[in-house]
C-alpha cells in the first residue's frame, strides 16, 4: 500500500510538473499584463507603444520615472519606480511576461559583471513570480570563436544567465538596429555626415546584417505569442553588408558626395573612441565597447527569427528595404 501510495504521489507530482510547464509555455495573449524594463531607452519605448496596440496592459519599471513623463504612451501604462538589481517583487506581481532590455555597456570598469549580476537577480526574481515567459533583446556573434568582443560577449553570457531558470526565455540576437536613436547607427551616422574622409580601423570591412527598428518591434512582440518558448533567434535584415558599405549608402540616400574612406592597421579601440567622442555625441566610455565589437561579423547563422514569428499581418523582415529605412531615420 505504502509503495502505491508512493508511486500515485510521484505520477501527480510528475503531472503537476508537466501541467506548469505547459502553462508557462503557453502563449501569452492580448489583454495579459506585460513587464517592460528599459522603457526609457531607444527600444523599449517604442516597444511599449506596440504592445499597447497589440492590446497588451504594459508596467514599466523605471529606475528614473522623470524620464518617461513625456513619453505619449504615460498615462495608459503603469510606472514602478526600481532597478532590475533591487527588488522586484512589486514589479513582478501579476506579471505574465518580461521584456529584458537594459545593459550598462560603458557605465564602469566592471560593467560586464555587473550586468550578469543584475540578470541573475532578474531570472530568481522571475522565478518566484512564476512568471510565463522572458523576452530578452541580445546581440549577434559567434561566441564559440573565442574572439568575441567583450560587448558581444556580454550580451550572450546575459542570455545565458536569464536561461538559467525555470521561466522559458526568449533571446532575440540582433545586428546594428537601424533608426534614429539607435548607438551604433547614429555613430555611423554622425561619421558619414561630418567627415567627407576619414582615416579608419580595419573593421570598415567587418560584415553586418542591418535590421530595421520596425522588424526588432515586431519580433519582440511576436515572442509573446510564437511557438519560440527557450529559442534563441537570430534577427537581420536582408542585406549582409561591411561597414564601409553602409556608409557609402547613407551618404548616397541622404544626398551627400561620396565619402573616402581609408582603412589603416594602428587604430585602436581606444584612439578610436577618443576620435568618435571627437566627432560624434557618442561617449567615448561607450564608444569603445561599440568600437571593439565591429571586429567581429554579425550575420544571421542561427535560428532565424523571420521564419519562427511570421504572421499574415506582418512578415516585414522578409520586406523591407535598406534604402527606404535611412530617409526617416536620417531626417529625425
Known amino acids: 500500500m505504502l509503495k502505491l501510495a508512493m508511486s500515485e504521489d510521484a505520477t501527480m507530482s510528475e503531472h503537476n510538473h508537466f501541467t506548469a510547464t505547459a502553462e508557462r509555455a503557453s502563449p501569452v495573449l492580448p489583454g495579459a499584463l506585460v513587464l517592460v524594463t528599459g522603457a526609457s531607452g531607444y527600444v523599449g519605448g517604442r516597444l511599449v507603444t506596440v504592445l499597447l496596440e497589440r492590446g497588451y496592459r504594459v508596467r514599466c519599471l523605471v529606475r528614473t520615472p522623470a524620464k518617461v513623463l513625456s513619453a505619449p504612451w504615460r498615462t495608459s ?3 514602478v519606480h526600481g532597478d ?6 512589486e514589479a513582478m506581481t501579476g506579471v505574465d511576461a518580461a521584456f529584458y532590455l537594459v545593459h550598462s555597456i560603458g557605465s564602469s570598469a566592471e560593467w560586464a559583471e555587473h550586468d ?14 512564476e512568471i510565463r515567459r522572458i523576452i530578452y533583446l541580445g546581440g549577434l556573434g559567434d561566441l564559440s570563436s573565442g574572439d568575441l568582443s567583450e560587448h558581444l560577449a556580454s550580451r ?11 521561466v522559458p526565455v526568449v533571446e532575440l540576437r540582433a545586428a546594428v538596429v537601424i533608426g534614429s ?3 551604433s547607427f547614429e555613430m555611423l551616422r554622425y561619421l558619414v555626415e561630418v567627415l567627407p574622409a576619414m582615416v579608419t580601423p580595419r573593421w570598415v570591412d567587418t560584415k553586418c546584417q542591418p535590421v530595421a527598428i520596425r522588424d526588432v518591434l515586431h519580433f519582440l512582440a511576436e515572442s509573446l505569442t510564437a511557438d519560440v518558448a527557450d529559442r ?13 558599405e553602409m556608409m557609402a549608402q547613407y551618404a548616397e540616400v541622404a544626398g ?6 581609408v582603412p589603416v592597421p594602428f587604430l585602436t579601440p581606444g584612439l578610436s573612441s577618443r576620435w568618435i567622442g571627437l566627432v560624434t555625441p557618442i561617449p567615448p566610455m561607450l564608444a569603445r565597447p561599440l568600437i571593439q565589437s565591429l571586429v567581429n561579423d554579425v550575420i544571421v547563422t542561427g535560428d532565424a527569427a523571420a521564419t519562427r514569428c511570421q504572421s499574415s499581418s506582418s512578415a516585414i523582415a522578409r520586406r523591407w528595404n535598406w534604402r527606404s529605412v535611412i530617409p526617416s531615420a536620417a531626417t529625425c
Open 77 to 79: 501604462v503603469e510606472l
Open 84 to 89: 532590475v538589481g533591487g527588488d522586484l517583487s
Open 116 to 129: 550578469r549580476a543584475v540578470a541573475e537577480n532578474f531570472r530568481r526574481s522571475a522565478e518566484s513570480a
Open 156 to 166: 550572450q553570457e546575459v542570455g545565458a544567465e536569464l536561461a538559467k531558470g525555470s
Open 181 to 183: 536613436g539607435s548607438a
Open 232 to 244: 534563441v533567434l537570430d534577427v537581420g535584415g536582408p542585406q549582409v553588408l561591411t561597414y564601409r
Open 256 to 261: 551627400l558626395r561620396r565619402r573616402i574612406v
